[in-house]
């Protein structure tokens, strides 16, 4: 049950489809159902978040880039530093941070599959019970 909340400059709808579609395609590739891959996204207002004193939104800008950007990933607790490291890199991609002094942020949650639930045919259900 991959959840991924990306706070980052305001995307319009179809850079943010494609950055889902992205992700999500990639972790179909290795063996995740894509009915359960979650993308948030989460405007991020200028004066919230600072780098060392600094306001992120001061950091340079790239004009086919993000500036900022801050992604929580919640992964099954079985994926291991390989996977992690290679979808952190699918991250970065997908979202054009590309510019030197951007900031990207990403923090990888570990969550048992137990510990999510899951509105399954009108029923809330674990997401470690099988379906039916």
Known sequence: ????????????????????LGLTRWL????????????HFTDHRPGTVFTGGMPVEAVAKDA???RFAS?????GTDRDEEFRAAFAEQV?????????????YLEFR?????HVHIWRS????????PKG
């Open 1 to 20: 049950m991959p959840t991924i909340t990306i706070t980052c400059d305001p995307l319009p709808v179809p850079r943010r489809r494609a950055v889902a």
């Open 28 to 39: 179909r590739d290795r063996g995740v159902e894509p009915a359960h891959v979650v993308v």
């Open 64 to 66: 086919d880039g993000l």
């Open 71 to 75: 992604v929580v990933a919640c992964v």
């Open 92 to 104: 970065a991609a997908a979202l054009g941070v590309v510019h030197p002094s951007a900031f990207l």
């Open 110 to 114: 570990p969550t048992p599959r137990e």
């Open 122 to 129: 009108g029923v809330l259900r674990r997401a470690d019970e």
